[in-house]
């Protein structure tokens, strides 16, 4: 007799920031009567937070360990004024500026993580402390003054965009984009669903995973076309989405990134099955330093100067994204692609407040009221499972 197919219900909590992120932009496209849907305000949305994206993602793997980085915004500003400074006013090539931005991203990461990894100092005090030493370097070297405008050559990253000819009015790269991710969608749905009836695992609704995948790829379609009506694919966009993807992966299939979930969950038994939880906690750090480094370059290149105050206050942008796209705040649960959500979200909810005239003091509290209400959901719904 064939055997029964068996079929559970699609995991609706995994969905449900893109459900939120859905719902908040419909309610900023009402408000504003439509104009944050423009193509222009779609590619500004994109510019303002490619470099956000970056950061959440290293943010993750420190959140996973139950941690945070409160150093990054000093981190980026730093690198920014070092590759701003050389640039300007040392005559120095970009390639190498930036290359002396990833060092000191580096060495940063490298201090932080032998502080906490080999000297048992908590993350908490340590980022502090490279948050203000950060700072306070970056006001010294710059004198409290902006560095630019700077070079063509060096905006392109954050401010370019890849070479394009339109069709009907669209990039035709956005549209050959859009429909290679569509069949990547699906034919990863399609090993999903392979996968699971080789092993006897139970498989979603197909009628559920169909309108999963059309919310998903009309979204995608959506931002992709919008971007295709205005000039085309940032170039921040194709780094972002480089680093999301090599994460992504490393976070779900290799060891390395196993280890940083089981660190996460339970750090004496992380230790006690062979993990050398020191060497994954200073990686980590290192790690974020680096694509601090990134984000610095980027940043400053979208707007063109480096100025002492760059990057004030995005480590909770990084930070908030992370906790509102699923991770847990006692470490060893979330993904890359749920910090990109949460991203989304905090870029969403920045965009819509700007345009339909929100003060900015304002903002900070609905910001606030999001973060502390994706955090107490998550701690809610654990003692509903543990009860």
């Not at 305000?41 to 937070?49: A, G, H, S, T």
């Not at 120095?92 to 290359?99: D, E, G, I, K």
């Not at 399609?190 to 996968?195: C, E, G, Q, S």
């Not at 940032?234 to 480089?242: D, E, F, R, T």
């Amino acid at each position: 007799m064939e055997e029964k197919r068996k079929y559970i219900n699609l995991d609706l909590k995994s969905y449900g920031m893109v459900a939120a992120l859905i719902l908040i932009f419909g309610l900023f496209y009402f408000l504003s009567n439509g104009a944050n849907a423009t193509p222009v305000n779609i590619n500004n949305l994109i510019m303002q937070n490619g470099y956000i994206i970056i950061l959440a993602t290293g943010m993750l793997l420190c959140v996973l360990t139950g941690n945070i980085d409160l150093g990054v915004g000093s981190v980026v500003a730093l690198c920014a004024a070092s590759a701003g400074k050389l640039v300007m006013e040392q005559g120095w090539s970009v390639p190498m500026a930036w290359l002396i931005a990833l060092i000191i991203g580096l060495i940063v990461g490298l201090f932080a993580g032998f502080f906490i990894a080999y000297l048992g100092i908590p993350p908490f005090v340590v980022t502090l402390a490279t948050m203000l030493m950060g700072r306070g370097l970056t006001y010294t070297m710059l004198a409290s003054q902006t560095v630019g405008p700077l070079p063509k050559n060096y905006t392109q990253i954050g401010a370019g965009f890849l070479p394009s000819f339109k069709v009907g009015g669209i990039d035709a790269v956005c549209i050959i984009v859009a429909v290679v991710a569509t069949v990547l969608i699906i034919l990863s749905e399609l090993k999903t669903i392979r996968t699971n009836k080789k092993y006897g695992f139970a498989n979603v609704y197909p009628w559920q995973i169909v309108i999963k995948n059309i919310v998903i790829l009309a979204i995608l379609w959506f931002f992709l076309i919008s971007l295709g009506r205005n000039k085309g694919i940032p170039i921040q966009l194709v780094v972002a989405g480089v680093i999301v993807a090599l994460y992504h992966f490393i976070t779900s299939q290799t060891v390395a990134g196993r280890q940083i979930y089981a660190l996460g969950g339970n750090a004496k038994a992380a230790r006690l099955s062979g993990i050398n939880t020191k060497k994954v906690f200073f990686w980590i750090y290192v790690n974020m330093g680096v694509l601090s480094a990134v984000a610095g370059i980027i940043l400053s290149a979208r707007q063109g100067a480096a100025n002492p105050k760059m990057g004030d206050g995005v480590e909770l942008d990084a930070i908030g994204a992370c906790y509102i796209g699923g991770a847990a705040a006692s470490g060893g649960v979330g993904t890359v692609m749920g910090a990109v959500i949460g991203a989304l979200v905090m870029g969403v909810l920045n965009n819509g407040m700007s345009i339909i005239g929100l003060p900015t003091d304002f903002q900070k509290v609905v910001k606030g009221a999001v973060l502390l209400g994706a955090v107490t959901l998550d701690i809610l719904s654990k003692k509903k499972k543990g009860a």
